[in-house]
């Protein structure tokens, strides 16, 4: 991490860094796993997890500014190109983003503003990946 008087005033150490966004991804998945509205969603994912709850907490400090650790290792890859190969109908797209804003809720990062704005940004990114 950098130094206390040269953090980035980026949106992943706004909310509290790796810590925060590795917490996030773990109640997303504990969602996944748990509860039945996600079933769906949960049906398109390998039985082992632990790959995607180490993989997607990278993924999302890049994209809010902190390491870019998941772009370096996966250069030319995205949020869409990496989701490309799934069948993501409406029904699936909103059990992602309706279990991201679960997840980003429970979890309540602050500032709480910040928070609110990834959550909607990555619930539209969620549904803009939807082929139907």
């Not at 005033?9 to 509860?35: K, V």
């Not at 990278?58 to 069948?87: Q, T, Y």
């Amino acid at each position: 991490m950098p130094r206390q008087d040269r953090i980035p005033a980026t949106p992943f150490y706004r909310l509290g860094g790796h810590a925060t966004f590795q917490a996030i991804t773990d109640r997303f998945y504990d969602l996944m796993e748990s509860e039945p509205e996600f079933a769906e969603l949960r049906a398109m994912h390998a039985a082992d997890l632990g790959p995607m709850r180490e993989s997607l907490p990278l993924f999302l400090a890049g994209w809010a500014g902190g390491p870019r650790d998941w772009f370096e290792a996966n250069p030319g890859r995205c949020i869409m190109s990496v989701h490309k190969p799934f069948e993501m109908n409406k029904a699936v797209a909103a059990q992602w983003a309706d279990a991201m804003t679960c997840a980003i809720a429970d979890v309540d990062p602050q500032p709480p503003e910040l928070a609110s704005a990834m959550s909607g940004i990555l619930a539209d990114l969620a549904r803009g990946m939807s082929s139907d």
